[in-house]
């Protein structure tokens, strides 16, 4: 069962209640070695390898890091932010949109890593973000700067926004959230030189991602997958969010959405769409044979209230269904949260045998991996993969009693936070707390914007 190396590793985590590899072995006392930011080896008690460091994950079950396939981090800066809450989903984006137009490189640095930190926090090592508002140059070098700077494993993709207000077709954004579309795909693509690794244990790669249909013209969507298939990247956007929207891609394209996801070339495995509420029988299956991945956001459903991705039938179809926060779509920034809503609303759905807690954690896991191109790379503890894992405490209170089962355990009892999360075989949660050395004051920085932003709200 061992996967073992002779040599010594650089970190060793050991001693865990269970470590689940996600390939099929379920490791009682189990342990996992890193060595370069690679797994080097996983295996039982009394085989471990020598290591510079050591974590202890006694009463810990192991998982790899949780996998964020959806987000927008710079909407922490406007979270719960009263005067939009308790509205329509358009009218809230609207309220956010005259926040949002204040983004500027410090506010994107500082809003990503306070995301970064609350994510691994949460149990996560790996995001992607759409950043949709470029009022101002650089905003996604900066979140970028933010990931490095952390250590955080991140697929920025290349939100934008192109339709507004002006365009009289009910959008709402206006002004500085606006952008041409010959400068977004210029945009896309410096990005893609600048940044965009394609190796497997890759901590930066970028994919293209002009931000819905509503948003967006026919022609911007036809050149990002234009683009995305020149430099081999992915492709990604939110479709049918809200019940209304199918009537709204009728009165506007004259096609479904899915049939427009089609017409505009995004019938691809390079593609994965957040969202995907309002799709029948025969549109999950058309996902399923395109390859096309969808990034499921159990909260924002919730919130929102518009309905419920139908992530139990799309994973029976094939299609790769991952697992994800929302920006302010749901608030907070726990994958452990998300996948704890997920294995609820699965069971809602689908009844007692249709959604366990290790489904959820395969759609956090795999299937996010899946939807970033990362299949076998991410989302697996096995030789070979990239060195993100986490142990999450089954201790205390919230867990007497519950020792039979410790995946179904961590998911159905709770809540909980990592308490340790290392990300390329770097320790960035260690007993429940961030190993980075400034964390106030970036908390007082992120408090000093988001209250001029939101003070200046009228
Ligand atoms: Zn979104």
Request: proline residues 5%.
């Amino acid at each position: 069962m061992a996967e073992t190396t002779d040599q010594r590793a650089d970190l060793l985590l050991r001693d865990a209640e269970l470590l689940v590899t996600m390939t099929g072995a379920e490791i009682r006392g189990g342990w996992v070695a890193i060595s370069d930011g690679v797994i080097t080896g996983v295996g039982e008690a009394g085989e471990e390898p020598e290591a510079t460091r050591v974590l202890e994950a006694r009463g810990c079950l192991v998982t790899p890091g949780l996998i964020s396939a959806h987000h927008h981090m710079f909407q922490n800066l406007t979270r719960a932010f009263g005067p939009a809450l308790n509205r329509e989903l358009l009218e809230w984006a609207r309220t956010g949109g005259e926040m949002w137009v204040r983004l500027d490189e410090e506010a994107a640095f500082v809003s990503a890593w306070i995301g970064f930190a609350e994510l691994a926090l949460g149990g996560c090592t790996t995001t992607t973000d759409d950043l949709y508002a470029h009022p101002r140059p650089n905003l996604i070098d900066a979140s970028i700067a933010a990931a490095r700077e952390i250590g955080f494993r991140f697929h920025p993709t290349r939100g934008a926004i192109a339709v507004g207000e002006d365009a009289g077709t009910g959008q709402i954004f206006r002004g500085a959230m606006i952008q041409d579309p010959d400068a977004i795909l210029a945009d896309t693509e410096r990005l893609i030189k600048t940044y965009h690794d394609p190796s497997p244990t890759s901590m930066v790669r970028i994919a293209a991602g002009p931000s819905g249909g509503a948003v967006a013209t026919p022609g911007l969507m036809e050149a990002a997958a234009e683009l995305a298939e020149r430099y081999d990247v992915r492709l990604t956007t939110h479709v049918s969010q809200e019940p209304t929207e199918e009537e709204w891609y009728l009165e506007y394209f004259g096609l479904k959405p899915i049939d427009w996801l089609e017409s505009v070339g995004w019938a691809t495995s390079r593609a994965w769409i957040a969202h995907c509420i309002f799709v029948n029988e025969d549109e999950i299956s058309r996902l399923a044979r395109w390859g096309t991945g969808v990034a499921h956001c159990p909260t924002t459903c919730c919130l929102v209230a518009g309905g419920v991705t139908p992530f139990t039938d799309m994973r029976r179809h094939g299609v790769a269904v991952g697992l994800s926060v929302d920006g302010t779509g749901c608030e907070h920034s726990s994958m452990w949260l998300e996948a704890h809503t997920a294995l609820l609303l699965g069971r809602l759905r689908a009844g007692p045998m249709g959604m366990s807690a290790r489904d959820a954690l395969e759609m956090g896991t795999t299937g996010s991996a899946r939807c970033l191109g990362r299949e076998g790379e991410l989302g697996v503890l096995t030789a070979g993969a990239c060195g993100d894992l986490v142990a999450w405490p089954l201790e205390g209170v919230a867990f007497a009693g519950a020792w039979s089962d410790p995946v179904e355990a961590w998911l159905r009892c709770g809540p909980v936070s990592a308490r340790h999360t290392v990300v390329a075989g770097k320790p960035v949660v260690v007993n429940g707390e961030l190993q980075l050395p400034n964390v106030d004051e970036m908390l007082k920085r992120h408090d000093e914007i988001s209250r001029e932003w939101q003070g200046a709200y009228v």
